[in-house]
């Protein structure tokens, strides 16, 4: 993985986390439950934020033990596309079913921050 593809990636997934965000404001506030709304809000909300540790990792590339550093940035997209991706799904009808895959993104999430620790630690000593 390098800096520029890192870039890419969390700046593509942030320009979408504010599409999907627009779109639930404006194009499903009529068509969803409140409850289905505050679903796609809550898959926004974590989607935008992972975008942005991505850039963060971008940033903090030359820091890092890149190994760990590529291994939080893959955990951090697996954890954008399950995580918000289930959340997206379900908030428009699909199968509750699909609820089981959202704490498997919301562990790929956590995972990542702990290899960023890790990736910031390892350089250090």
């Known amino acids: 993985m390098t800096v520029t593809a890192l870039i890419v990636l969390g700046a593509g997934f942030a320009a979408l986390a504010v599409v999907l965000g627009a779109f639930g404001a ?27 540790a991505l850039l963060a990792v971008a940033a903090l590339w030359a820091r890092l ?26 908030a428009l009808g699909a199968p509750r079913v699909l609820g089981a895959v959202a ?18 630690l390892r350089h250090a000593g």
């Not at 939080?72 to 959340?87: D, R, T």
């Open 26 to 52: 404006h194009g499903l506030e009529a068509r969803l439950t409140e409850r289905a709304l505050a679903t796609w809000q809550t898959g926004v909300q974590y989607h935008f934020l992972h975008a942005l």
């Open 103 to 120: 704490p498997l993104g919301g562990t790929l999430f956590i995972l990542g921050w702990i290899a960023l620790a890790v990736a910031a």
């Open 65 to 90: 033990a890149n190994g760990w550093a590529t291994t939080s940035a893959i955990a951090f997209v697996l954890g954008i596309v399950l995580f918000s991706g289930s959340l997206y799904a379900l």
